[in-house]
C-alpha cells in the first residue's frame, strides 16, 4: 500500500519559516520525482517546487529565492524549507510521487502564514 504523510505544517507570522516533511512508503522512493503542490480555496493546485529522482530542481517563480526542496532516498522523504514565508503562502501542501506518469498523493498539511 502506497502512503505519504506530509507533516510540519501550522501557523506561522510573515517572514517566517517552516520545513515541510513527506515520507513514503510502498514505493522505490528513490525511482520517483517527487513535488510539492498547494491549494487554496477558489484557486487551482499550484505546482510549488519538484525535484527528479536524479536531483535537478524546479521552483514556481512566486516562490524562487524563498523555498528549497530536497529529498533524503535513504530516509524516503523529501522536504520544502519555506524562508521569508507571506500570507499569499497560506494552502493546504501536497506531497506527490511520479514514476512512470502514475502519480501518488498524500493528504496534504495546512501552512496558515498570518500575524
Known amino acids: 500500500q502506497v502512503r505519504l504523510v506530509e507533516s510540519g505544517g501550522g501557523l506561522v507570522q510573515p517572514g517566517g519559516s517552516l520545513r515541510l516533511s513527506c515520507t513514503a512508503s510502498g514505493i522505490i522512493f528513490r525511482d520517483n520525482d517527487m513535488a510539492w503542490y498547494r491549494r487554496t480555496p477558489g484557486k487551482e493546485r499550484e505546482l510549488v517546487a519538484s525535484i527528479t529522482s536524479s536531483g535537478n530542481t524546479n521552483y514556481a517563480d512566486s516562490v524562487k529565492g524563498r523555498f528549497t526542496i530536497s529529498r533524503t532516498n535513504a530516509k524516503n522523504t523529501v522536504y520544502l524549507q519555506m524562508n521569508s514565508l507571506q500570507p499569499e503562502d497560506t494552502a493546504v501542501y501536497y506531497c506527490?510521487?511520479?514514476?512512470?506518469?502514475?502519480?501518488?498523493w498524500g493528504q496534504g498539511t495546512q501552512v496558515t502564514v498570518s500575524s
Open positions: 506527490s510521487a511520479t514514476e512512470f506518469y502514475t502519480s501518488r
